[in-house]
């Protein structure tokens, strides 16, 4: 069975730090990889996603980047994080095209 | 217009009760449809999927699809104190190819004893 592993379960960092989350999925291949954001009593925001390596869309400007240097391998990056970007950061595969989308345990991110 | 709307609630119902959670949407050429539940403080999960219109049964869930009217709903029968959380629905449009999913904000459930 397909499993995903998503780490640090939370993190707190100071602003202007660098970020490094990362995403892994286990049982199958060539996932579609996603990475949300959900704010303190919010919806999910979409971020990026990813159809294949090397291959990413991003849905929100901001100063955020994502890498998938492996087929089931997915990384969140930040040059230097800003006090908005605390929340609760979720990865998400699916096996393709309109299937659904399966969440890892998530991060939550406090920037202090 | 929001793209997938949800009333927030809370919805209360009593334990043993049907909860009766509602969701549309506005992109008219949506082909899939999703429940996901979320405790406090934990991912969604995903309970229920649905791609045609009428009902689709899974236990207690059942969900239906009028896509003319570009309505989604989730029923929960003999609702539980387990049963409380939030209950987004989520619906993949057109736009990005079928990869990507439109949340609604969420119905937070409270089942009552």
């Known amino acids: 069975s397909q499993t995903i592993h998503q780490w640090p379960a939370t993190l707190v960092q100071p602003v202007g730090s660098p970020l490094s989350l990362e995403c892994t999925v286990e049982?199958?291949?060539?996932?579609?990889l996603y990475w949300y954001r959900q704010a303190a009593g919010r919806g999910l925001q979409l971020l990026f996603y990813?159809?294949?390596?090397?291959?990413i869309s991003s849905e929100v400007p901001q100063n955020l980047s994502a890498s998938r240097p492996q087929d089931r391998q997915f990384i969140l990056s930040s040059k230097k994080l800003l006090l908005s970007d605390s929340g609760f950061y979720l990865c998400?595969?699916?096996?393709?095209?309109?299937?659904?989308?399966?969440f890892g345990d998530g991060t939550r991110l406090s920037i202090l | 217009q929001k793209e997938v709307e949800q009333n927030s609630g809370p919805l209360s119902v009593p334990e043993g009760a049907i909860a009766s959670l509602n969701c549309t949407y506005s992109?008219?050429?949506?082909?899939?449809f999703f429940w996901y539940r979320q405790y406090s403080g934990k991912s969604p999960e995903l309970i229920m999927s649905?791609?045609?219109?009428g009902d689709k049964e899974d236990g207690r869930f059942t969900a239906q699809l009028n896509k003319a009217s570009q309505y989604v709903s989730l029923l929960i029968r003999d609702s539980q104190p387990s049963d409380s959380a939030t209950y987004l629905c989520?619906?993949?449009?057109?736009?990005?190819?079928?990869?990507?999913?439109?949340f609604g904000t969420g119905t937070q459930l409270k089942v009552e004893l």
């Open positions: 990813s159809v294949g390596i090397g291959q």
């Open positions: 992109d008219r050429g949506s082909q899939s």
């Open positions: 049982g199958t291949s060539n996932p579609n």
């Open positions: 989520a619906v993949m449009g057109l736009t990005g190819g079928g990869n990507k999913l439109t």
């Open positions: 649905i791609y045609s219109n």
């Open positions: 998400a595969w699916s096996e393709g095209n309109n299937q659904p989308q399966h």
